[in-house]
C-alpha cells in the first residue's frame, strides 16, 4: 500500500536536506595517484572538513580481481558510529603506497565514508590505469 505524503512535509524534508550541505563524493574525499617509482603508486585523500573514511572500507584490487595489498598511513579515530558500531576513522588526509607487480596496469579501489551531519556516502570504486604518460583514475561504479 503506497504511503501518502502532504506537500508540506516533502517541503520540510527539503530544507532539512538543503541545511545538510551534502556535497558529492569526489569532492567530501578527493582522491589524487602518483607514480614514484616503477611499479610504486601513492594514493592521497585530502578530505573536506567534517568528512571521514572508514578504515575497514579500504580494498584495492587488480582488473583479474585478486587483492592488492595495502598500508594506510595516517591516525585512525576510534569511533562509535551509528550505522557500523565501533569503528576506526580518518580525518583530513589519508595516504596508502602500492607497490604493485609488474604486469599489473590497472587497478581498482575501494573506500566508503561520510561526513559529520549523518549523511553517509555509498561505497565508491575507482579505476586507476597507469599508462606511459602517467595516470589517470575514473569512476568505476
Known amino acids: 500500500m503506497p504511503v501518502l505524503i502532504s506537500a508540506e512535509k516533502v517541503l520540510d524534508l527539503s530544507s532539512i536536506l538543503n541545511k545538510a550541505e551534502i556535497i558529492p563524493a569526489d569532492e ?3 582522491l589524487r595517484a602518483y607514480e614514484t617509482e616503477k611499479n610504486r603508486i601513492i594514493l592521497s585523500w585530502e578530505l573536506k572538513e567534517n568528512c571521514f ?3 575497514n ?3 584495492i584490487e587488480s582488473n583479474s580481481g585478486s587483492k592488492i595489498d595495502l598500508e594506510i598511513s595516517g591516525v585512525p579515530v576510534n569511533m562509535n558510529d551509528e550505522y557500523f558500531g565501533r569503528v576506526l576513522v580518518y580525518y583530513d ?5 602500492i607497490d604493485l607487480k609488474p604486469h599489473i596496469r ?4 575501494y573506500y566508503q565514508g561520510c561526513n559529520a551531519s549523518g549523511f553517509c556516502y555509498p561505497l565508491i570504486s575507482k579505476e586507476i590505469t597507469i599508462h606511459r604518460q602517467g ?3 575514473i569512476d568505476a561504479s
Open 28 to 30: 567530501a574525499f578527493i
Open 53 to 55: 573514511l572508514y578504515k
Open 57 to 59: 572500507k579500504f580494498k
Open 93 to 97: 588526509k589519508v595516504q596508502t603506497i
Open 106 to 109: 590497472k587497478f581498482r579501489v
Open 135 to 137: 595516470i589517470t583514475v
